[in-house]
């Protein structure tokens, strides 16, 4: 686990308001999520973000491999607070990994893994694209009020940027099938042009001697 240097949540949110979706892909843009989440929330020690598309959740980008292998272990169980929150898009805190009775086979896997608190907050991404901000912490009761306050409103800045990115994305990979669309017909109309003159006026053969 890497040490980052804490950072104010207010400058956090405004670098997240001032990203350029036309200077940064998806990937890009969850990655400096999770980067920007794990330095600006109290108490963070690893942070992902899990994307859940119908049924298949993902984690889409994640600053440690704590956080990594916690996600996937809830979506190998099947059941989680990422997963949980990820579904309701709202917040789920687990106080102490050693007691938690809702989700006790992960709880255990948590600590012993060395996350002993966790909170996951919703993000509504999109219609059908949901996900969760999950953040890690080596510490039990790591997450006061303010932390939590810090959290939700970060994901609310996220979830934003997300929806944004997701309707950019779709915007231009629209305009790209489109501009292909019009190459394409340009291509079909001149053959048709080819092959419309050559039946109005077929090519002369010399005449016999």
């Given at each position: 686990m890497t040490h980052v240097e804490p950072m104010d949540p207010h400058e956090a949110f405004a670098e997240l308001g001032r990203?350029?979706?036309?200077?940064?892909?998806?990937?890009?843009?969850?990655d400096k999520i999770a980067r920007l989440a794990k330095r600006a929330i109290?108490?963070?020690?690893?942070?992902?973000?899990?994307l859940l598309h119908g049924n298949k959740p993902q984690t889409a980008a994640f600053t440690g491999e704590l956080a990594r292998a916690l996600d996937?272990?809830?979506?190998?169980?099947?059941?989680g607070p990422c997963l949980q929150a990820a579904e309701s898009t709202s917040s789920l805190m687990v106080p102490d990994t050693g007691s938690e009775e809702r989700w006790p086979?992960?709880?255990?896997?948590?600590?012993?893994?060395?996350?002993?608190?966790s909170l996951s907050v919703g993000l509504p991404v999109h219609e059908h694209v949901t996900g969760a901000l999950n953040i890690y912490a080596t510490t039990p009761n790591a997450f006061d009020d303010d932390a939590i306050a810090i959290a939700q409103t970060f994901a609310g800045f996220?979830?934003?940027?997300?929806?944004?990115?997701?309707?950019?994305?779709?915007?231009?990979?629209?305009a790209g099938h489109m501009?292909?669309?019009?190459?394409?017909?340009?291509?079909?109309?001149?053959?048709?042009?080819?092959i419309w003159a050559s039946v109005v006026a077929p090519p002369s053969r010399p005449s016999p001697s």
């Open positions: 990203i350029r979706l036309a200077d940064v892909d998806l990937d890009a843009l969850l109290p108490g963070a020690s690893e942070v992902s973000v899990t996937e272990k809830q979506y190998e169980r099947g059941y086979g992960w709880a255990k896997t948590a600590a012993q893994a060395g996350a002993h608190s996220a979830a934003v940027g997300l929806a944004n990115a997701h309707l950019y994305e779709t915007q231009s990979t629209l501009q292909k669309a019009m190459e394409n017909r340009a291509v079909i109309e001149q053959a048709k042009g080819i």
